[in-house]
């Protein structure tokens, strides 16, 4: 399941764990599934384990959607730093971090999934083909299960993380590890058709917006799928950030589309990208607009309406390009 070097990663984090009093965990800004799953499980997991030590999840912002998990978090402000273990979970760069005092700590452990373009940390766990850190997270405590506890909740937080970032294990990150992790937390007796219900279940307002997003989405001519949920659209449905942000994975189904991109109003100013893909990479097309991700799921940031118009362009050109050179794709 894992090589030698991940065994030694493994093995010095958790010497980590043990030699530090306090350790203060954090994750990504605007936070998913796996970015709370994977911070509250292994932080529930040390507490568990070592009730001795002082274990703070520390972060500024919060999901409404995942609020039925009842995590706390503590504000970032409020935190002492100084001699403390930081975990940072899910977070590809510094500049990601939700927490922005983490780096006061005395060391610090990166475990994350994402593509490493700007390494941080003192020790680093970093898999970019792992389905999610929750998946990573799961191997760590399955690795070390007759040393560290765990419960019902610990197996729920690593579960949504996991099934939350492979799609319910759609995407081609889905492996053999995966399932068996996953099958590893569901023996502790997760209400897995609960967990879905609230994972998915919408206000009529939102299938209204639904349809309105089917109804004024665009297509390039070589499946480029797009659309703009601007601020009037925002207020008219009073859409929350997370029913705005899933505008995009309602354009993921369609034939011959292989690129679909959610442009979002961002209150500041700015339009949130955010990129999906088969089988066409599209990463490096968010890089180019000051954002990064994985090969199939990525984000980023245009400042006007020309700009948003030249990324649909780029991106049309590269599924052009692709759907010339590649056969295969549906
Ligand atoms: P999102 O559309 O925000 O869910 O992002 C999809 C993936 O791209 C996630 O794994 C994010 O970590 C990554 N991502 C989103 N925005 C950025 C950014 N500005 N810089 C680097 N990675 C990003």
């Not at 979970?89 to 999934?113: A, F, P």
């Not at 049309?316 to 390009?321: A, V």
Request: glycine share 6%; charged share 30%; aromatic share 10%.
């Amino acid at each position: 399941m894992s090589d030698c070097s991940t065994t030694k990663l493994k093995e010095a984090i958790l010497e980590k764990i043990i030699a530090y009093d306090r350790i203060i965990i954090a994750r990504h800004v605007r936070p998913d599934g796996d970015a709370i799953g994977s911070a509250h499980g292994l932080a529930r997991i040390i507490s568990l384990s070592f009730p001795e030590k002082e274990v703070i999840v520390s972060d500024q912002d919060k999901s409404d959607f995942l609020a039925f998990l009842e995590t706390e978090e503590q504000d970032p402000d409020s935190v002492d730093y100084k001699g403390a273990l930081a975990i940072v979970l899910d977070t590809g760069n510094v500049e990601r971090i939700s927490n922005k005092h983490i780096q006061k700590s005395r060391e610090l452990i990166k475990i994350d999934h994402h593509i490493d373009n700007t390494p941080y940390g003192d020790i680093s766990w970093v898999e970019e083909k792992r389905s999610s850190t929750s998946e990573m997270v799961t191997e760590f405590l399955y690795t070390f299960r007759d040393k560290l506890k765990y419960d019902k909740k610990v197996a729920l937080l690593l579960y949504t993380g996991i099934i939350t970032d492979c799609g319910n294990f759609k995407y081609e990150c889905t492996t053999g590890d995966t399932l068996r992790y996953a099958a590893f937390l569901l023996d502790e007796g997760i209400d897995i058709s609960t967990l879905h219900a609230h994972l998915e279940l919408e206000s009529f307002s939102y299938f209204k917006f639904q349809a309105h997003v089917y109804e004024k989405m665009q297509i390039t001519e070589n499946g480029v799928a797009y659309i703009y949920v601007d601020k009037e659209m925002q207020e008219r449905f009073n859409l929350s950030k997370t029913q705005q942000s899933n505008s995009v994975d309602m354009m993921q189904n369609i034939r011959g589309s292989l690129i679909w991109i959610a442009f979002i109003d961002n209150p500041e100013g700015d339009i949130r990208v955010r990129l999906r893909s088969r089988f066409v990479p599209i990463n490096s097309l968010a890089e180019k607009y000051s954002g990064g991700g994985h090969a199939n799921a990525a984000g980023a940031t245009v400042h006007s309406v020309k700009e948003l118009k030249a990324l649909v362009k780029e991106a049309d050109d590269i599924l052009k390009d692709y759907k010339a050179k590649n056969g295969g794709w549906i």
